[in-house]
């Protein structure tokens, strides 16, 4: 991040985009782009980039991007898909940029499979007879097809398949992902008005089913998971008792299994239901997710939530934490399927919170799928956790501490370290306090950049002798991780003193953007 000249903020692009003003130079016209025409708008004044074959005029935004010029100015005049990904694919290009759009690039042939390799991948049974029946013509089998006979070649153990079948009142889409120790939040599930859509994480691909439905369902989805082998079942219940010719039309992702990156983010409505005031500017958000939604946030991910700010679709990522009753961490974490707590500051002068602020109860607001790079095993790996939070870089800690206290049988001590400017903005300090107090293996501590006279706790702000002081092992060669998330310098700092402090990068995982 860079910072922006006044005036140059989101919500003056938005306005700018408002304005009618034309910032493509081409009078509203949209046209066909060669790879030679892009390549030959590479200046800061005249600027165009593809994204996702579609191409931007980007220069009127250069004063406007969070990232800075620098890095828009690294994919000038080129498909800048990949870089895009990379740092913010969330952002909400398409809206965003939509006054700048210049046009399409030009589509090149692709060579079409041959016969023979069809034949052979239907023999070789990669694609069961019934989803090529299902599917309504060669043509759009080509690129499936073609990405299955990669995959094929790449990982063969891997190919992921579905079935499905009835009985009066069910139906029960059956998937074969041969993935051991699939757990049900690896499964995304979400059915609404005929329309079907189930997502399997594997790593970092996905398979996804999706079509619409045949017949009408009820809400009710339930998903089963036969964890030792990987097989996942979709339930579904028929509105009607009658018999299905087919499950339905295969929809645009339907069978497909590529990298998550690739896959657009996936929104769903969900109903504000309570706000609760958690310190002088912090709320929690409680929301229900859709009856036909089966979505469970793992430990350590974070979600997108996108909102239409003066026209324009904004999304920012925020991280779910568990009810505040959960603190009592004596029970596994119960993730009750239904609702997402999000504990989120309100920033007076804040785009997107401002705008969460005015929900009201019954409001709807769009969630994505879950995302982040924390993988569980790591905390279930070591004997001494230690956690470094500044400000709402709290969020991920909480269903952490709740994982590494009930579900983690070797855990030694669990050490929070929590940065905050003052003491009214601690959040959840009674809490915390309470549960040092109950459990043994955890402790708090709590340090202050901007304290009161009356403060005699730690002050300050993150640093080598702090750390050093705070992070004693339980025995000399435990194993550790150590997790932080703060402000992005809070973060960068901190990481740089874990290293001059001698541990490794295996042992730190940073929550970063
Ligand atoms: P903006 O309009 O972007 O900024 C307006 C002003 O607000 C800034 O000038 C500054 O004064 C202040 N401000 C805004 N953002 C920050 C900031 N990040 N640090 C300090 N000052 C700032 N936030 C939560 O409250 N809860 C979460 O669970 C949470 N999870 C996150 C997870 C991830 C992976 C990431 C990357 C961020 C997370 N955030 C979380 C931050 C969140 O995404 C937004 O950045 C934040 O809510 C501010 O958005 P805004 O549009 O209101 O502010
Ligand atoms: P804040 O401004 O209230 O600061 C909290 C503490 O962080 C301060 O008391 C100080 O100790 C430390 N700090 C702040 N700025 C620092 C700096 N420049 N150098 C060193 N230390 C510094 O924090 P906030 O407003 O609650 O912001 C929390 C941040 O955490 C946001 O930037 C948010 O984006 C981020 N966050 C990230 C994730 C994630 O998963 N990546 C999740 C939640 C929050």
Known sequence: QVPLKPGRSLMDWIRLTKSGKDLTGLKGRLIEVTEDELSKHNKKEDCWICIRGFVYNVTPYMEYHPGGEDELMRAAGTDGTDLFDQVHRWVNYESMLKECLVGRMAVKPIAAPKANILMTLLFAGVLPEKKVLATSSAKDLSPRLSSFFFLFLLYPGFITSYDWFQTDSLITIVIYTKQKDMDAELVIVDCQDKQLRGEIIMDDHSYLVEVDLDHAVSEDVAVNIAEKVGKVEIILSKKDNIHWKMLGQPREGHNTFIKRIDRGLFF??????????????????????????????????????????????????????????????????????????????????????????????????????????????????????????????????????????????????????????????????????????????????????????????????????????????????????????????????????????????????????
């Open 268 to 513: 769903r409505k969900c109903k504000l239901v309570s706000k609760t005031q958690v310190t002088h500017d912090t709320k929690l958000f409680c929301l229900l997710l859709p009856k036909g939604t089966h979505l469970c946030v793992p430990t350590g991910q974070h979600v997108y939530l996108k909102q239409v700010i003066a026209g324009t679709e904004v999304v920012k990522p925020y991280t779910p934490v568990l009810p505040f009753s959960s603190l009592d961490f004596e029970e596994p974490p119960c993730h009750d399927g239904v609702h997402i707590y999000l504990m989120i500051k309100i920033y007076s002068h804040g785009l997107f919170t401002q705008a969460l602020d005015h929900l009201q109860i019954g409001d709807y607001i769009s969630v994505s799928n879950p995302e982040g790079n924390f993988k569980k095993s790591q905390v279930q790996t070591s004997e001494d956790l230690f956690l470094l939070a500044g400000g709402t870089g709290f969020t991920p800690m909480v269903k952490l501490l709740n994982f590494a206290l009930t579900e983690v049988s070797c855990r030694r001590t669990v050490k929070l370290m929590f940065f905050n400017k003052t003491e009214d903005d601690i959040l959840w300090r009674n809490q915390l306090e309470q549960l040092a107090l109950k459990d043994e293996r955890f402790e708090v501590q709590f340090i202050l950049s901007q304290p009161s006279k009356e403060w005699v706790g730690k002050q300050g702000k993150i640093s080598s002798s702090l750390l050093s002081e705070f992070m004693k092992r339980s025995r000399r060669d435990s194993k550790v991780l150590i997790c932080i998330c703060g402000p992005a310098p809070f973060t960068e700092q901190g990481v740089q003193y874990l290293k001059d402090l001698g541990y490794s990068q295996e042992e730190i995982h940073a929550f970063t953007a």
